[in-house]
């Protein structure tokens, strides 16, 4: 059974582009794997033909894409676990993720995971545009970032969002520690991400295969070694704000990945980067009102600073 049938038409801009990062490009609500899945499984003609990943779209090129009704997996089950709700209706609920949990499952995460405490709460009631693994996933945070996410629980709130999340009218802002001091309290950071070129599970600021990538921040208090910063994020790049700061040697306090090799106790206590989506903004699917919300710093992030 189909759920969704759209298609893209490609622009002069996007010619050559290859058919899974032109999919990917043109609806954000989409991960890769999910559209590499739909062009494998035969969901995805060209001018009416099949083609595979690797294809290079032409201009005027129309790209038809079906999206199947999900099945349901083993993997992907209801638990019982307490989760923050800030708001929820028919089409979406904003989660306050606590610091330490993972979004969606994946190796090694099947079960305690966002995911399986929403299809708990929602009775299975998510979008599934992105597949049976992240149900009502439109964005997310990671696992050791806290903070606000929206959850799509129809794929008519999913699309709508992932619009929003395209043309950047979602907003975001986030607050964290970083180490160091800035010469300028406020600024922009311009600089692209793709991945990394010598470890892929990592990204970096590069010019290859990479995506732009825009944070301006805002030192709010200067500590010694370090700086309290809001950040808005006007792109959405995986580790946006944790690769910014590292590549401008203020990495995030705490962080495992991009953060400094030799930690204190007061930051390896942290386990995990300190950094919280504090603020999101988006229009709602169906009222077309723009809804914020905002949630308070967690403990472990005020315990952080009082320690400071």
């Known amino acids: 059974m189909v759920i969704e049938n759209y298609s893209l038409k490609v622009k002069e801009n996007q010619v050559g582009t290859r058919l899974d990062k032109f999919i990917c490009e043109s ?36 790209i038809n894409i ?16 307490p989760i923050d709700i ?15 949990m993972v979004v969606h499952p994946a190796i090694g995460n099947f079960s305690g995971t966002l995911v399986n405490a929403l299809l708990y709460h929602c009775k299975g009631g998510l979008s599934d545009i992105n597949g049976v693994i992240r149900p009502g996933i439109v964005h997310r945070i990671d696992k050791d970032t806290s903070g606000l996410l929206v959850a799509a629980k129809n794929n008519f ?9 395209k043309d950047h009218s979602f907003k975001r802002i986030y607050e ?3 180490h160091g001091f800035f010469k300028k309290q406020s600024g922009e950071i ?20 990479s995506k732009t990538a825009l944070t301006f921040y805002e030192v709010l208090t200067n500590y010694k070694n370090f700086s ?29 990945v991009y953060g400094c090799k030799k930690m204190d106790s007061l930051e390896k206590a942290l386990k995990g980067q ?10 709602h699917p169906r009222s077309k009102k723009f809804l914020e919300f905002e949630s308070n710093l967690p403990e472990y992030f005020t315990n952080f600073i009082n320690k400071l």
């Open 190 to 209: 311009n600089l692209p991400i793709g991945r990394d070129n010598k470890d892929r599970k990592k990204f970096a600021v590069t010019l290859k295969n």
């Open 66 to 81: 079906k999206i199947p009704e999900a099945v349901i997996l083993g993997n992907s089950q209801p638990e019982n676990i």
């Open 86 to 100: 800030l708001y929820e209706d028919q089409d979406i609920i904003i989660v306050n993720k606590k610091k330490g």
């Open 176 to 178: 964290a520690i970083a």
């Open 157 to 165: 709130a999913h699309l709508y969002l992932a619009q929003q999340i």
């Open 228 to 256: 309290h910063l809001k950040l808005t994020l006007k792109t959405g790049r995986t580790h946006q704000i944790r690769v910014h700061m590292s590549y401008l040697n203020h990495p995030l306090a705490g962080d495992m």
């Open 27 to 62: 609806n954000e609500g989409l991960t890769r794997s999910r559209v590499q899945s739909l062009i494998s499984d035969g969901n995805v003609h060209i001018n009416g033909i099949l083609k595979n990943k690797n294809y290079l779209v032409r201009l005027n090129d129309v």
């Open 274 to 283: 300190c950094l919280h989506a504090k603020y999101i903004g988006i229009c």
